[in-house]
Nanobody, 118 residues
């Protein structure tokens, strides 16, 4: 059974930091590119960051560039999103996604809530 389980969300003050984790199981994690998305109430889901299978290449949305860092540990089947200098507009449910173009396979996690508020 394929699973992606996010954790690490919570309530943080503006300027604070959080690290999200996403653990994959039931598939060959190292063969999948990984992405983090977020969705705030009343908005569409937004791509936040991507990382290649070996972690050698990453991309970021302009809104988080310089503040967020995506990384992965294939020995732990885990992708991370380190978030710093958080702003109220970063408040959203954050989702991880696993994608493998060669097999047209893609999986979503259930999401973790991040709230940035004083």
């Amino acid at each position: 059974q394929v699973q992606l389980v996010e954790s690490g969300g919570g309530l943080v003050q503006p300027g604070g930091s959080l690290r999200l984790s996403c653990v994959g199981s039931g598939f060959t994690f190292g063969l999948f590119a990984m992405r983090w998305y977020r969705q705030a109430p009343g908005t569409e889901r937004e791509l936040v960051a991507t990382i290649t299978t070996d972690g050698g290449s990453t991309t970021y949305a302009d809104s988080v560039k310089g503040r967020f860092t995506i990384s992965r540990d294939n020995t732990k089947n885990t992708v991370y999103l380190q978030m710093t200098s958080l702003k109220p507009e970063d408040t959203a449910v954050y989702y991880c996604r696993a994608i493998r173009a060669a097999s047209l396979s893609a999986y979503w996690g259930q999401g973790t809530q991040v709230t940035v508020s004083s």
